[in-house]
Structure formats: C-alpha cells, structure tokens
C-alpha cells in the first residue's frame, strides 16, 4: 500500500510538473531549475552534515557559494546582448526616428502638435508602458527618442 500511494504521489508532480513546463516561458524555467538544484544540493549537504559526514558538507556548501552568487548577479543585470528578447523589438534592429512624422506617429499626435501636447502624450504613454511597470523597454525607448527628437532636434 505505501508504494502505491508514493507512486501515485510521484504521479501527480509529474503531471504538475508537466503543467507548469507546458505553459512558463524560458526564463520561468530557468529559474525554477536554479531553484531545484539549489534546493537539491542544500538538502544534500544537510543531510551530509546531520549523518557525520560534516567534511563533505562543507566541501558542497562552498562549492554552492560562488554557483549562487553567480545566479544572484546574473539576475539583477539586464540581458543587453539579446535585443528581441529583453528589449521587445522583435527584429532585434536598431531603427531611429529620423523625421518629424514619425516622432509624432510615435506619440501618437497631430502636425500641428504644441510643446504641451508632446509632453501630455509622452507622460500618458509612459504611465502605460515604463519598464518599471512590466512595460516594454524598446517601445519606452522610441516614446523617448520621439519626444527628444520633437522638443531639440526636430521640433
């Protein structure tokens, strides 16, 4: 009876787990990956140091030092080398606004837009799409390069 009931035990997680892989994107995986590992090596030199074998629990848990710390850093820095990733452009290109018309396309205006209107369109669309609010960072970005282009270079 124990063993029908770890079986089915295991079958369920496997079929949780098969749920969360179907449907988390790449990222959602790696960190549930770094997370297990991390877990599974914690565990590992817990159990180590409770069974005596306090030598080899040591040995794993500064070999996890750096391994973590890595993972840490490489978690608060943003990925710069992946364009259509990280930044939202899908063609990973980098296109510049180069006329008027397209700044004010951009933001959403009129020609005849005044200094006023481009900073209510710019302050309105950056309240929907600041990176800081999960918005994107390519299309804050041309928010950003259009409203420059319009009030120094273009306007």
Sequence with gaps: MPYIMLMMGIAVALYALYRFFSKAN???IAVFLKSALSMLLLCGSLFLALTGR???AMAIAAALIPVLAGWRSAAKQPNINDGS???GNPSGTTDTIKTRAEALE???LAADA???DIHDAYRTLMKKIHPDHGGNDY???KINEARNF????GG
């Design 26 to 28: 790449p990222h959602q």
């Design 54 to 56: 306090v030598g080899a």
């Design 85 to 87: 990733h990280r930044s």
């Design 106 to 108: 951009v933001l959403g």
């Design 114 to 116: 005044t200094e006023a």
């Design 139 to 141: 299309l804050a970005g």
């Design 150 to 153: 319009l009030l120094k270079d």
